[in-house]
């Protein structure tokens, strides 16, 4: 049966996700190298082999991502084609939340804003807040340089020693928001600060200020329902601080299964679904 495989091309690590024609996943895969040209040929090469797959099966390649523009001719005599980014976010965030619309967000480097559902696919905007917020400045606060570290460092903090919540402002609760809701992200830095400390807060205040833009999207929309996808999504303390504006803004976060590959899952669907359509 033919295979039709997405590639989303980062800076250097490249996500990859194949199925077969009739819309059955084969298996989703990543690498990492030193540049993208490296990351692509290393991910397609490891996702042949490891599955078995024989290059003649191979239908369609469908890159998108940063990188997709250095692949311009068909790749070993596989045609290739690109996919809006924008468009792959949307269509990968509701196959893997398995929902009709949503509004879904993708945390890469920056993160971008998609409008995803039966009227089509929108990009509404997006925030230079993202993964490279997070190590640049745990880079400089923390003397930590990738995300590994970054988690691991702030397992281990404490947010009451680096943010000042209202509590610590007011001795009762100020209209609708509790006493432990943030009233400034490093608003106290406390004396004793550890690197633990600094990377936690580096992360509260990088999803919270994602949460918020979610919020202030879907207050001018009928949708409540944000998927949320992309590298930093991985991230433990994701869920717990997602959860914490859901229940101050009562709208829905989901965080998918395998949501680091929701751009790849976009490429491979967009040309399954048109092909869908054709027929």
């Not at 914490?244 to 009562?250: A, C």
Request: net charge positive.
């Amino acid at each position: 049966m033919n295979v039709i495989i997405g590639i989303d091309v980062g800076g250097s690590t490249t996500k990859i996700v194949g199925y077969y024609e009739n819309g059955k996943l084969i298996a989703r895969g990543q690498v990492e190298a030193a540049d993208p040209l490296t990351s692509a040929y290393g991910a397609l090469g490891k996702f042949i082999n490891e599955n078995k797959l024989d290059l003649k099966q191979v239908k369609q390649i469908v890159f998108t991502g940063v990188g997709a523009a250095l692949f311009r001719n068909d790749i070993y005599g596989i045609p290739a084609c690109h996919v809006d980014e924008f468009q792959a976010i949307g269509l990968g965030g509701l196959a893997l939340s398995k929902k009709k619309e949503a509004f879904v967000i993708s945390m890469g480097t920056g993160t971008a804003f998609v409008r995803a559902g039966k009227n089509g696919i929108e990009h509404i905007g997006g925030s230079g807040v993202g993964g490279g917020t997070v190590l640049g400045l745990c880079s400089r606060l923390c003397n930590a340089r990738s995300f590994d570290t970054v988690v691991e460092l702030a397992h281990n903090g404490d947010l009451s020693k680096v943010d000042l919540n209202i509590a610590d402002i007011s001795s009762q609760n100020i209209s609708t928001l509790s006493k432990e809701v943030t009233a400034s992200n490093f608003g106290k830095m406390a004396d004793g600060l550890s690197t633990e400390d600094l990377a936690r807060g580096v992360l509260n205040m990088v999803f919270q200020t994602i949460g918020m833009l979610a919020v202030f999207a879907c207050r001018n929309d009928k949708i409540k329902d944000v998927v949320v996808t992309g590298t930093l999504s991985t991230v433990p303390c994701a869920k717990v601080l997602f959860k914490q504006v859901e229940n101050l803004y009562k709208i829905k976060f989901t965080i998918p299964q395998h949501s680091i590959y929701a751009t790849a899952t976009g490429a491979a669907l967009s040309y399954i679904y048109k092909n869908r359509k054709k027929k």
